[in-house]
């Protein structure tokens, strides 16, 4: 079956850095994909990787190592409104994305 | 401004009652999706439509139906509403069918009694 494991929840200090790693099994791979939902709203996509290594995209950055199924989504100088839900997304090769639970990540001051 | 629409934004339902969720989006995507979000799940696929005109089942479509009569607008249709269906439903759309960035609507908060 198709599997996505990402944990449920983290706690970080304002100002620090955060780690949220994604684990992944599924029938094919077209790409892994990071959304943020902030509470009671949407989704927003955040980031994409298809090749293994680094995208930086300013405090975030998205980690990807297709052979091990894994990727980590990096935020930096963590701000307040970085509380949110950080969703990892994975799509198959029927190109239909397969999401994590997501990761409640709470920033206290 | 452009992007998605979903109404309504919140609906408390007798159980047992048909009710359509309305989705529409200004930006000419081909495809388009409705998922369910509950506590402690991912985002769940009930179906989708790559193209005006066609509709696919996802990973949890029962009870639920879709029609895609134009490339705009895609409603979702609850026939007899059951609790187990509340939820928050989000429609969502893309452009290109390999890419993975999808575009949200603001979510439908359903209850179901």
């Known amino acids: 079956g198709q599997n996505i494991d990402q944990p449920t929840e983290m706690t970080a200090t304002e100002g620090a850095i955060v780690q949220i790693n994604c684990t992944y099994q599924t029938s094919g791979f077209n790409g892994l994909f990071w959304y943020q939902q902030h509470a009671g709203e949407a989704p927003t996509f955040l980031s994409y990787?298809?090749l293994d290594g680094l995208e930086e995209k300013g405090r975030f950055s998205s980690f990807l190592s297709r052979s091990k199924g894994y990727s980590y989504l990096l935020l930096k100088e963590l701000q307040m409104k970085d509380s949110a839900s950080y969703l990892c997304a994975v799509m198959d090769s029927n190109y239909q994305l397969i999401w994590g639970a997501g990761t409640k990540l709470i920033i206290k001051p | 401004i452009a992007g998605i629409t979903q109404a309504p934004t919140s609906q408390i339902l007798a159980a047992g009652r048909r009710m359509t969720l309305r989705c529409t989006q200004d930006?000419?995507?081909?495809?388009m999706y409705w998922y369910r979000q509950d506590l402690g799940l991912g985002l769940r696929l009930i179906h989708y439509?790559?193209?005006?005109?066609?509709?696919g089942k996802g990973e949890v479509p029962d009870g639920y139906s879709v029609s895609r009569a134009n490339t705009d607008d895609f409603p979702l249709t609850l026939a007899s509403a059951v609790p187990s269906q509340t939820s928050v439903y989000f429609c969502?759309?893309?452009?290109?069918?390999?890419?993975?960035?999808?575009?949200f609507g603001e979510g439908s908060r359903l209850t179901v009694l």
């Open positions: 930006m000419r995507h081909n495809a």
């Open positions: 439509s790559n193209t005006a005109g066609t509709t």
């Open positions: 990787n298809v």
């Open positions: 969502a759309s893309k452009g290109r069918e390999d890419t993975g960035e999808l575009f």
